[in-house]
């Protein structure tokens, strides 16, 4: 088991890589811990959370909304729990965002330990400390940023793990090399998904790359003030096709790399070929390149994010496999681009 320390603005994050849940008393006095997981994690996982008072939540990205967080609020008051409780999101994305959230709010922030059990989860959700809910259809619009004391990897998770969430994962995966490793891209591109699937080593060296490639985009803009925002690439579009269209996390952020490949090489000279590397890689694992998508009602969505600012949207595109670049496009050249 290794442990990092990483110091964030005001906070050090433990980093356990290689961990297991059971050890997880070496952070803390278990009676004081209380572990916020979902329905899915719970019933593959029944054993392990005996030993822990759990929160349940029901499972699913429809789930992550305010008045899911004011359940948990009001279950840790049940619960009796104070500022030297510990809440521990034991879960995919949606928990650990949903667990981070309730953690940062509940008595003005408690402590926190985050155990993500989903591919993405493990690669980017619960890594750089932001959480939240959705606000109808409007992804992540409420929430804070709010670093775990704790991250812990307990790879046997991924033994349950459905195989079309290793695929969702890999969305992120791939998005962490297009924007920031191109060694990691042609390592990528010389492995199916089936590969790390069945190889635990391979998985959890590729794990940890990527929890690296995030930190290191984070630690140097812990609050999004510039470069964060190149972890964004693929989110603008992808989220808004997410809400409208009820596809995965994974897959509407694979549309929408996709969809920021063409931008970039309309107004970036992304190199075509370049361009139909991502694509191929992203289909290499199982993941959808095109969705017929009405523009229209992507716009209606699109101009509710967070990243608009007035007249222009805040939009990541690529220089070249390994090279993303923070943006800003005219709404109205958005637009035009969407409805090609
Ligand atoms: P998820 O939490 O819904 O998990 C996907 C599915 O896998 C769920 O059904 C879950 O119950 C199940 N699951 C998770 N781990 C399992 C396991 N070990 N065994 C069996 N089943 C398991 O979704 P996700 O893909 O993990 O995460 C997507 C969410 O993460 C979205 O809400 C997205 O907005 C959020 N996200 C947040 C950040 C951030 O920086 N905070 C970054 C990326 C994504």
């Not at 006095?29 to 349940?56: C, G, P, W, Y």
């Not at 992804?139 to 991250?151: E, F, H, R």
């Not at 096709?241 to 897959?251: K, P, T």
């Not at 070249?320 to 050249?333: D, M, Y």
């Amino acid at each position: 088991m290794t442990v990092e320390k990483i110091q964030f603005f005001n906070k050090t994050v433990e980093l356990v890589f290689d961990g297991s849940l059971e050890s997880i008393s070496n952070w803390g006095d278990i009676s004081k811990m209380i572990v916020i997981t979902d329905e899915n994690v719970f019933e593959a996982h029944q054993q392990i959370f005996q030993s822990f008072k759990t929160i349940l939540v029901p499972s699913g990205e429809i789930h992550k909304q305010q008045s899911t967080v004011d359940k948990i609020i009001d279950d840790l008051l049940q619960l009796e729990a104070d500022k030297q409780s510990i809440i521990v999101g034991v879960g995919g994305g949606v928990v650990t965002d949903m667990a981070g959230y309730a953690a940062s709010i509940y008595k003005r922030g408690i402590r926190l330990m985050q155990v993500p059990t989903s591919l993405l989860g493990m690669v980017d959700a619960a890594v750089g400390g932001k959480n939240g809910v959705d606000v109808g259809p409007c992804k992540n619009m409420v929430g804070t940023i709010y670093q775990p004391d704790v991250l812990l990897y307990d790879y046997s998770f991924l033994k349950t793990l459905p195989e079309i969430e290793w695929v969702n994962g890999f969305a992120e995966i791939i998005k962490h090399a297009c924007i920031k490793d191109a060694n990691m891209f042609t390592f990528l591109q010389g492995k199916v998904l089936a590969d790390f699937i069945k190889d635990p080593s391979l998985i959890a060296t590729l794990v940890e790359q990527n929890v690296k490639i995030k930190l290191s985009v984070v630690l140097n803009d812990e609050f999004e003030t510039g470069d964060r925002k190149l972890l964004n690439f693929g989110h603008t579009i992808g989220h808004a096709i997410e809400n409208r269209y009820d596809l995965s996390h994974g897959f509407a952020i694979s549309i929408g790399m996709a969809v920021a490949c063409n931008i970039s090489e309309e107004i970036n000279q992304f190199q075509s070929s370049n361009k139909l590397s991502v694509l191929q890689l992203l289909q290499q694992y199982g993941l959808p390149v095109q969705f017929d998508f009405d523009p229209e009602k992507i716009w209606e969505i699109l101009i509710l994010d967070k990243k608009r600012n007035n007249e222009e949207m805040g939009f990541i595109l690529l220089d070249a496999i390994g090279k993303g670049k923070v943006s800003s496009i005219p709404l109205q050249q958005l637009k035009d681009l969407l409805n090609h």
